[in-house]
């Protein structure tokens, strides 16, 4: 975990494809078939060594002839990946890469809502910087149906973001790998 233990690998881009992928396989995957879903050699690697750092996954590196790095969920992993699958399946639409979920900050945007009637923008703001990759975040959950987005007719008000019913149960989930992972990493 980084960032005053806040964010963790799940807070990533990619993430949840990742262990979706990883969980759909029989047995440890290579590396390189997992390319597909980064598009980045290197992105990937540091995906991936994240996740082996947050208790996720566990990485082998073999040589039979070739040096190949083989990639498979542990316990935790699969009780994550459980989780991550469940979410994937309340929230509609096919491809998970298109997915909030799979979304940079999904994570802790929905740990920060969850629990609260409503969030105002500049709250989120405090926590993550990041306007952009927010607000875009903020705009997918809405069209599927996770956070309602409030703003205000008259005068200078902050914008409002509440969880839907779906919304709470993505973000107990997120909660819960949150917890897993700070459960090992403690």
């Known amino acids: 975990?980084?960032?005053?233990?806040?964010?963790?690998?799940?807070?990533?881009r990619h993430t949840a494809a990742l262990i979706l992928a990883l969980y759909d396989a029989d047995g440890p995957i290579v590396m390189k078939d997992l390319q597909k879903i980064?598009?980045?050699?290197?992105?990937?690697?540091?995906?991936?060594?994240?996740?082996?750092?947050?208790?996720?996954?566990d990485i082998q590196i073999t040589y039979e002839p070739h040096k190949f790095v083989k990639v498979s969920l542990?316990?935790?992993g699969?009780?994550?990946a459980l989780l991550v699958s469940m979410m994937n399946s309340i929230i509609p639409g096919d491809d998970i890469e298109e997915k909030s979920i799979n979304m940079r900050y999904a994570d802790p945007i929905?740990?920060?809502?969850?629990?609260?009637?409503?969030?105002?923008?500049?709250?989120?703001?405090?926590?993550?910087?990041?306007y952009e990759s927010i607000t875009k975040a903020l705009k997918r959950m809405e069209s599927e149906g996770l956070v309602t987005i409030s703003?205000?007719?008259e005068g200078y008000r902050e914008i409002r973001y509440s969880l839907t019913s779906?919304?709470?149960?993505v973000a107990d989930a997120f909660e819960s790998i949150?917890?897993?992972?700070a459960g090992r990493n403690g």
Not at 39 to 45: D, G, I, K, S, Y
Not at 110 to 130: F, H, N, S, T, W
């Open 1 to 12: 975990m980084r960032e005053g233990e806040f964010f963790t690998v799940m807070s990533d």
């Open 38 to 57: 980064t598009n980045h050699t290197q992105t990937l690697r540091q995906r991936l060594d994240r996740m082996e750092e947050d208790g996720i996954v």
């Open 151 to 153: 703003e205000p007719d």
């Open 74 to 76: 542990n316990d935790t």
């Open 78 to 80: 699969k009780e994550i």
């Open 178 to 181: 949150y917890r897993k992972i």
């Open 166 to 169: 779906r919304g709470k149960q």
């Open 110 to 130: 929905m740990r920060i809502l969850r629990g609260k009637e409503y969030v105002v923008q500049k709250d989120i703001k405090a926590v993550m910087p990041y």
